[in-house]
């Protein structure tokens, strides 16, 4: 024979069950609404993109790419294949752009605000957390940015 305090934990067990499967299920609907920009599945992950070459050459041979807003840190034009990795010690990027060598090497002088005391400041080191290389890469989603007109440098 069941006893009395089994039904009744029981039937609380069968109310948990039903209202935690309805709250799953009620989840579900509302999160298959949602639609990314890009048209993906949202319960699908995103398959990697393929890797794409750096545009440029060796630096040297390219235009300087404009700029399209005032602040603006400037894209990289030439290609970055087969340059050191930035180490505390080195920094390739600080060989040609720094203030000892640009004039020989021909290329354009790092900013002032780069500099304290005529030393690359720490806090600028890491070149490529604001300057980046180029590929080319169609726009994953539709916009309309347009530049603000900044003088020509
Ligand atoms: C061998 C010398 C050399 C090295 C190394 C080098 N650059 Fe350059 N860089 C140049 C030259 C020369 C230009 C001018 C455009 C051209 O000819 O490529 C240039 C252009 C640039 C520009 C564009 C500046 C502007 O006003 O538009 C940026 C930004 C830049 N380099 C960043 C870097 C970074 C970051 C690194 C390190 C990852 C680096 N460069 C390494 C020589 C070099
Ligand atoms: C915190 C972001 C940041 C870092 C890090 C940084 N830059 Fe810049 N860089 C800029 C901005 C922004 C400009 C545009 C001029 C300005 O506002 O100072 C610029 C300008 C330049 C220019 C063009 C010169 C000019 O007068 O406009 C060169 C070349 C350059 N940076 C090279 C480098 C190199 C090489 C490194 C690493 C040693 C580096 N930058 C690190 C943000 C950065």
Not at 62 to 81: K, Y
Not at 84 to 102: F, M, P, R, S
Request: proline letters at 6%.
């Amino acid at each position: 024979m069941i006893s009395k305090h089994f039904r009744l934990t029981l039937a609380t067990l069968t109310v948990v069950v039903l209202s935690v499967g309805c709250a799953v299920s009620e989840n579900t609907i509302a999160y298959e609404k949602v639609n990314t920009m890009r048209g993906t599945d949202v319960n699908v992950s995103d398959a990697p993109f393929d890797a794409k070459a750096y545009q440029g050459k060796k630096p040297g041979q390219q235009q300087l790419v404009a700029r399209t807003f005032n602040g603006q840190p400037p894209v990289i034009p030439h290609t970055l294949e087969n340059f050191d990795e930035i180490t505390l010690e080195d920094n390739q990027c600080v060989e040609c752009h720094g203030l000892a060598k640009y004039k020989e090497k021909g290329a354009p002088k790092m900013a002032d605000s780069h500099f304290i005391n005529q030393k690359v400041a720490m806090t600028r080191w890491q070149c490529n957390t604001c300057h980046v290389p180029q590929v080319d890469a169609a726009p994953l989603v539709k916009q309309n940015f347009v530049g603000s007109a900044i003088p020509k440098l």
